[in-house]
């Protein structure tokens, strides 16, 4: 549920995906054009991979009976790849 210290903010991949790099001192994926994309990867890897997240960490928590590990996807990377 929000307010209850795990993270509810949901990322796109073009959001996510530079963290890591970051976190480990490396250079952040090269970014590319929608289009360009398109061609080797197919429109439906593109919007998944552009469009916003449609993850419910309240519902993956009911049904699974878990809680996350980490308290943000930021913290997740930053502890398990630091």
Same mark, same amino acid.
């Given at each position: 549920?929000?307010?209850?210290?795990?993270?509810?903010?949901? @990322?796109?991949?073009?959001?996510?995906?530079?963290?890591?790099? =970051? *976190? *480990?001192?490396?250079?952040?994926?090269?970014? *590319?054009? =929608?289009?360009? @994309?398109?061609?080797?990867?197919?429109?439906?890897? *593109?919007?998944?991979?552009?469009?916003?997240?449609?993850?419910?960490?309240?519902? @993956?928590?009911?049904?699974?009976?878990?809680?996350?590990?980490?308290?943000?996807? =930021?913290?997740?990377?930053?502890?398990?790849? @630091?």
């Amino acid at each position: 549920m929000p307010g209850d210290g795990y993270d509810d903010e949901p @990322a796109t991949a073009g959001q996510w995906l530079p963290h890591p790099a =970051r *976190v *480990v001192g490396v250079k952040p994926p090269m970014r *590319v054009p =929608r289009w360009l @994309a398109r061609l080797p990867a197919g429109e439906v890897a *593109v919007i998944k991979m552009t469009g916003e997240c449609g993850f419910s960490k309240a519902k @993956a928590e009911r049904k699974l009976g878990r809680r996350p590990r980490h308290l943000s996807w =930021r913290q997740g990377f930053k502890e398990e790849l @630091a």
